[in-house]
């Protein structure tokens, strides 16, 4: 996502760091700066430290991040890498059963909607009930609740816990809807292009356009990001999910010019943290993944899901930045060296719905079990009255038998990809195939 847009489709690039097949280079942080490792025609690879147009004078002293290189077999340097690039993780987190509203209710979550799920998922062991994109008055602003909604957040939040869960909620920090009340009352607070205008970290439809970043090299923004999720904290709330963090690493002009994109990055994490609490649960999504290590507790690294397995709309030329169960399980495999060395992987939600589908029976299998292969973590996000007690089962035979440790990729760079775990157990997956394959018996 930090990648040179000029670049795309002319050049293979990786940031932060390359898996190839003589071993790993990559950064070991990247709260200074990001980096990039451009791999030339002759194959030679060229290292980038994004300065961010930082004026450098005769004499003056700048600390690039320290760039190491392993050589030999791809899939131990692989593993070897990521421990040391995750030096200064959070202790492990320890995965329990969740549930999110977003793959069946989207936008239009009522709190009607989050009792019927927390019935069951009370009744089935679910330990997280996570509200997601919908409650919220506006995008920007998340003190207060959308007329749809119609009830007091806290409110739902203590039903939530009265019913023996935690209550989680989704935000997105770093942003500000264009016209919206944020932007309006403080445009001071939005990272500028060359020409003076506010940034545009997406652009979002379903949400009404334009969505500007919000400037967090400001020691007043940094004020109000700690205040909010501190307030969103004394409403109940023990489990955060915070979205779209790319948009605090926007490209654009900041108030104090002498950090770099990943500087104000972390910065905004560090606020967000402070609001929250060190015991409170912090899930990233959408974010540059070695700059949030140390500040999540767990983190997405892949497409969203979707419930049909390959892609189908996308951008020309970017097949794999779209919605599809394919692209979260692919980001995900490739990625789960990550878990438990840099911060608890999500590889997205599982969706063992077999009616509002069109996943096959085979496909929701591959999913299930792609998803236990890349982690522990296991989030549903059905309608959870939909489910019959076969879907039951199947979720916990998930949340029961996954396994807990690091993950190892013995051969990164090869389809099928096998997937090897602590215990020595292993399985090989091909999604890339039609039908997709996967041989790994979870077992009871």
């Known amino acids: 996502m930090l990648a ?43 290292i980038e430290w994004l300065l961010d147009g930082r004026h450098v004078e005769q004499g003056d002293e700048v600390q690039l991040e320290t760039i190491v290189v392993i050589t030999g077999d791809p899939g131990e340097s692989y593993a070897q890498y990521a421990t040391l690039a995750g030096a200064e993780a959070r202790p492990p987190y320890t995965p329990t059963p969740a549930w999110c509203s977003w793959y069946h209710y989207f936008g239009s979550i009522t709190p009607g909607d989050i009792r019927e799920n927390l019935t069951l998922a009370a009744a089935h062991g679910i330990d997280v009930v996570q509200i997601d994109d919908g409650w919220q008055k506006e995008i920007g602003v998340w003190t ?25 909620i989704w935000t997105a920090p770093f942003l500000a809807i264009e016209g919206g009340s944020l932007a309006l009352a403080h445009p001071e ?21 334009k969505i500007y970043a919000l400037d967090t090299t400001r020691d007043d923004v940094l004020h109000h990001l700690e205040e909010t999720y501190r307030h969103l904290r004394n409403q109940g709330f023990t489990y955060f999910k915070i979205d779209f963090l790319h948009a605090g690493a926007a490209v654009g002009h900041r108030f ?22 060190d015991d409170a649960t912090l899930v990233g999504c959408g974010s540059p993944l070695l700059a949030a290590v140390g500040f999540v507790d767990i983190m997405r690294v892949s497409e969203d899901v979707a419930p049909y397995f390959y892609p189908r709309e996308f ?58 292969a890349s982690s522990p973590f296991i989030v549903l996000s059905d309608r959870l009255s939909l489910y019959s007690p076969n879907d039951w089962d199947r979720a916990h035979q998930l949340w029961r038998t996954a396994p807990r440790g690091q993950r190892h990729l013995p051969r990164p760079l090869e389809r099928p990809l096998q997937v090897r775990f602590d215990d020595e157990t292993s399985c090989d997956i091909d999604i890339w195939s039609q039908p997709p394959t996967i041989d790994w018996d979870l077992g009871e």
């Open 4 to 46: 040179e847009r000029d670049g795309a489709g002319y050049e293979l690039a990786g940031d932060t760091f390359l898996v190839f097949d003589g071993g790993v280079i990559g950064a070991l942080s990247s709260r200074q700066q990001f980096t990039r490792f451009v791999v030339a025609t002759d194959g030679s690879i060229h």
């Open 315 to 372: 951008f020309p030329g970017f097949p794999e930045n779209t919605v599809s169960a394919q692209n979260a399980l692919e980001a995900s495999l490739l990625r789960a060296p990550l878990h438990q060395r840099w911060f608890t992987l999500d590889p997205d939600c599982v969706l063992l719905r077999t009616i509002e589908t069109e996943l096959s029976p085979h496909e929701r299998d591959v999913v299930a079990r792609g998803a236990a």
């Open 256 to 277: 104090d010019r002498t950090q770099t994109r990943a500087q104000a990055f972390v910065r905004g994490l560090e606020a967000v943290r402070r609001g929250i609490g």
């Open 189 to 209: 607070w939005l990272v500028r292009n060359d020409t003076g205008e506010p940034t545009t970290a997406l652009f979002h439809g379903g949400w009404g356009g």
């Open 144 to 168: 207060d609740v959308a007329p749809s909604w119609g009830e007091p957040l806290d409110a739902i939040a203590q039903e939530i816990r009265d019913a023996g869960c935690r209550a989680g």
